[in-house]
């Protein structure tokens, strides 16, 4: 049973406003990833991290940022929001180099 | 690069039908591990395999097998007598052992299995 939680599941949004994604995992798990997923169903990576004060942007351009300050904990922030962010953010960890990945119910973002 | 693509795009079959879902992957790595992941209609990925690049048998488990084929890149997903529950977004996956060990996915097919 994976341990990797995201707050909240469902967000609305008025536009300019500033959000942040939570996401927790008691795995102990080194690596974390954001993904964006679109209405058309496909994942696109958007930020990684390998541990604790490491952050690196995926392969979709994305105006978020993220932290790693604490192994179990990678949250995503928007400082702006926009309705082009309208998405579904999932957050996912995994322990070592290729091993599977253990998501979280995502949370889906709704930007008016 | 590595890619994977599921060219199927949605699949609509009646339960206790086989049904297979095909995936084909390009890396340049000679090891590398794919993946296949179910989302159900409540969002969350759920795991299904993980299989590396040295390891072509295929495996059954229970309903579902794969099927790994180095000579065509491919890892094809078969649920054998499909069930309603057995309706999701199937995703396979890719990752490099020598690269950023990103975890890169296909686009998805939707299974859609009718009563």
């Known amino acids: 049973e994976a341990d990797i939680y995201q707050t909240p599941r469902y967000l609305v949004i008025g536009t300019g406003k500033k959000i942040t994604l939570e996401c927790s995992q008691t795995?102990?798990?080194?690596?974390m990833y954001w993904y964006q997923q679109d209405p058309g169903m496909e994942l696109h990576l958007i930020h990684y991290?390998?541990?604790?004060?490491?952050?690196e942007k995926g392969d979709l351009s994305s105006e978020s940022t993220v932290s790693r300050i604490r192994t179990e904990h990678f949250p995503l922030t928007l400082e702006s929001a926009r309705p082009s962010h309208t998405s579904q953010y999932l957050c996912?960890?995994?322990?070592?180099?290729?091993?599977?990945?253990?998501f979280g119910q995502g949370t889906r973002l709704t930007v008016v | 690069a590595q890619k994977v693509t599921q060219a199927q795009t949605e699949i609509s079959v009646v339960e206790k039908e086989d049904v297979t879902l095909d995936c084909v992957y390009e890396?340049?790595?000679?090891?590398?591990?794919l993946f296949w992941y179910k989302q159900p209609p409540s969002g969350e990925l759920v795991f299904l395999i993980r299989?590396?690049?040295?390891?072509?048998q295929n495996e059954i488990s229970g309903r579902y097998s794969w099927n790994f084929q180095k000579s065509t890149s491919s890892f094809n997903f078969t649920i054998t007598a499909s069930q309603v529950v057995d309706s999701a977004v199937y995703f396979c996956?890719?990752?490099?052992?020598?690269?950023?060990?990103?975890?890169?996915f296909g686009k998805g097919t939707k299974l859609t299995v009718n009563p």
């Open positions: 996912a960890s995994s322990s070592d180099r290729n091993t599977e990945a253990f």
């Open positions: 795995m102990g798990h080194d690596k």
């Open positions: 991290s390998y541990g604790v004060n490491s952050t």
């Open positions: 890396t340049r790595d000679t090891t590398y591990y």
């Open positions: 299989r590396n690049s040295f390891d072509e």
């Open positions: 996956a890719l990752s490099e052992y020598g690269g950023s060990e990103k975890l890169v």
